[in-house]
């Protein structure tokens, strides 16, 4: 037995005799550092893998350390070394690590037939997530070169969802995930002035390392779901790149810790149709938006609605066609609360210096242009603009978010009329 593993296994004795940690529940916790280390070490031994991760937690929680040693020498010392480094970064960028065991790990995800042997959750995930009879979270996926009638979507059924006690989970890339996340964020700014003084913005599942957001144009809406309080979530290593493979493995999370998956639009090949299949493994309620018969990215949720998958036409027909939720449904939708605070030409200014510098132009002119029409269809800003709908989407949304903007209906309004100097 090597001297790295002989210390593991007297300082996991040692917890074990600890009067406070005497229930599985407060081993857990008390270990959760120390098991961290073995479970992301195993994970990195050549030839090992889930099951012998899933075989270590079997062996801590059954307290069979003899077991766990022949196990635990199987580990060479680059995992060991991995695994070292691993939680000194955990530690000083403040990410927290679950397994399995820890109480705080999701209840919904357990639940599922291969959950995560670690998490890795950079920011808060919401209080009441493992209160799953008294909570709704509701996942929404599609294509990643989504229409703008998608987005759109997206945007308001996100925004919708949101209330005290419902989240909206989704996977952070391009295309309609985006456009849930920018949902989230406007219905739970909006509503925490509000209704929902405890609405929360939302969970991003990465196919990458939470320290390495995928893709990068999106980095900038993953600091603003964690500055307001949000969660990204992954169980791949702090810096893990995303890949092919790595994609259909979240997708799997995405699913496993919601209640309701919705898919907005999906050709044949999307991968949002293998997260709709995993949920309906995992016992999920899975709805659908109709799209265009002659759509390539509607054929996918067309056919699930064929399948049996409900059809979405509001956030309503959630809590109509699903009565286990119905208690859920606020009382005020968050589409008719709205704030109308005016911003002046100081505070207008201010936001534009904020901004990345990539995006002042495009800023500056959509706020010249709306100081002109007062109200323009969304596509119509794009051509007006010359810029990619990804980009203005971006911008909107910090601007709605500080009340500069309102996206209703597929407009944008100037609630700041004249806040731009001319």
């Not at 691993?86 to 000083?92: D, F, N, P, S």
């Not at 009879?133 to 929404?140: C, G, H, K, Q, R």
């Not at 810096?239 to 999906?266: K, Q």
Request: glycine content about 6%; some cysteine.
């Amino acid at each position: 037995m090597s001297n790295k593993v002989a210390r593991i296994l007297r300082t996991l004795s040692e917890i074990g005799k600890e009067q406070s940690c005497k229930t599985l529940s407060e081993r857990a916790v008390c270990s959760n550092e120390i098991l961290c280390y073995l479970l992301i070490a195993i994970g990195r031994t050549s030839g090992a893998g889930r099951v012998m991760q899933s075989n270590a937690l079997r062996l801590f929680l059954e307290a069979d350390l003899a077991q766990l040693e022949v196990l635990l020498n199987m580990v060479g010392e680059d995992a060991w070394e991995f695994a070292s480094s691993e939680l000194v970064a955990a530690r000083r960028q403040n990410i927290q690590l679950l397994t399995l065991a820890h109480p705080q790990y999701p209840l919904r995800l357990l639940r599922t037939y291969d959950p995560p042997p670690v998490l890795y959750v950079r920011g808060v995930l919401p209080s009441y997530i493992n209160d799953v009879d008294d909570s709704l979270f509701v996942a929404i996926v599609g294509s990643r070169q989504a229409t703008s009638y998608g987005l759109r979507t997206a945007e308001r059924l996100a925004r919708d969802i949101v209330s005290d006690r419902a989240t909206v989970v989704s996977g952070l890339a391009l295309g309609i995930d985006a456009a849930a996340h920018e949902g989230a964020l406007r219905g739970a700014i909006a509503a925490r002035s509000g209704f929902a003084k405890n609405a929360y913005v939302g969970i991003a599942v990465l196919g990458s390392g939470v320290l390495r957001v995928a893709p990068s144009t999106n980095c900038y809406l993953s600091r603003k779901l964690l500055d307001e309080g949000g969660a990204l979530l992954s169980e791949f290593s702090l810096y893990e790149p995303a890949s092919r493979y790595t994609f259909p493995l979240r997708n799997r999370i995405i699913s496993g810790l919601s209640d309701v998956v919705i898919v907005v639009e999906a050709n044949v090949k999307s991968g949002a149709l293998i997260t709709a299949r995993l949920a309906a493994e995992q016992g999920r309620e899975i709805m659908c938006v109709a799209g265009p018969i002659d759509s390539p990215n509607s054929k996918g949720a067309n056919k699930l609605i064929q399948q049996g998958a409900y059809l979405i036409t509001s956030v309503d027909d959630i809590y109509d066609s699903i009565p286990r939720f119905s208690h859920l449904k606020p009382s005020v939708a968050i589409g008719e609360f709205r704030s109308e605070v005016p911003v002046s030409s100081g505070v207008a200014t201010e936001l534009l210096e904020q901004l990345p510098p990539s995006w002042k132009n495009l800023a500056s002119s959509l706020l010249k242009t709306l100081h002109e029409c007062k109200i323009c269809p969304f596509d119509n800003l794009v051509e007006k603009l010359s810029c990619s709908p990804s980009d203005l989407r971006a911008v909107v949304t910090e601007l709605e978010l500080r009340n500069a903007l309102s996206l209703e209906l597929g407009d944008l309004v100037s609630i700041a009329a004249g806040s731009i100097d001319n």
